[in-house]
């Protein structure tokens, strides 16, 4: 079956360590994004890559980094300068043959800071 | 720019009663506009979508929404609620176009149903 697929569901990190969350699809999809999702404030736009090797800034980019090597790959990696790194992450792609910006998303990460 | 809107971070319904969940945008040209579904603990899952056909959208487990450009309103209704409806949803606008795929969610809203 076809989707996006994202690891681990849960993580734990220590103040000042860098973590990376993976997110793989088999959707043949162009562009896929990073949302951060905190209670009562809906989703937030981190970073988004439309085409292979190439990438753009979201809202809140500030800590995080991304690369985008391969198609299928986007991960994410939140860095010890993100103040506040505690939420749920979710990746999602869209397809990039009409322009209705129909996202699917993975089942989400969700990072605990200790 | 665009934004959106939901009125009520909490809604509750009786089992067998109406929902309707309010959602309000703002944009600068003609909005795709969505509703999606979350699952504690999991990702977000398409209902429905406006892309300029029918002002009336129908989509998945009976739910259904309509676009008022008047109005700036694209409100989810379902006729009767269900046990299994009890999820937090949340509205969204994309400008579409090249934009694609960027798109500006709403707060959420939280539908308990009470047996």
């Known amino acids: 079956d076809g989707g996006i697929t994202q690891s681990p569901k849960y993580l734990f990190r220590k103040e000042g360590q860098n973590v990376t969350l993976s997110c793989e699809q088999n959707l043949n999809h162009d562009a896929m994004y990073w949302y951060r999702q905190d209670p009562g404030q809906g989703l937030r736009l981190i970073y988004y890559s439309q085409i292979v090797n190439d990438f753009q800034k979201g809202d809140i980019a500030e800590g995080y980094s991304v690369s985008r090597e391969k198609k299928e790959s986007f991960p994410l990696t939140v860095t010890s300068a993100q103040k506040n790194p505690t939420a749920f992450y979710l990746c999602?792609?869209?397809?990039?043959?009409?322009?209705?910006?129909?996202?699917?998303f993975g089942e989400g990460s969700r990072l605990t800071v200790l | 720019a665009q934004s959106v809107t939901q009125l009520g971070s909490h809604v509750s319904v009786s089992e067998g009663a109406l929902v309707l969940l309010r959602c309000n945008y703002s944009s600068s040209v003609p909005p795709y506009l969505f509703w999606y579904v979350q699952y504690p603990n999991q990702g977000l899952q398409l209902l429905l979508k406006?892309?300029?056909?029918?002002?009336l959208v129908k989509g998945i487990n009976g739910f259904e929404a309509e676009f008022k450009k008047s109005e700036t309103s694209f409100h989810l209704t379902k006729p009767s609620a269900h046990m299994s409806d009890a999820a937090e949803y949340f509205c969204?606008?994309?400008?579409?176009?090249?934009?694609?795929?960027?798109?500006?969610f709403g707060q959420g809203t939280i539908l308990t149903v009470h047996p």
């Open positions: 999602a792609s869209s397809w990039s043959g009409g322009p209705t910006g129909e996202l699917f």
């Open positions: 969204a606008v994309s400008p579409g176009g090249t934009s694609y795929g960027k798109l500006t």
């Open positions: 406006y892309t300029s056909a029918a002002t």
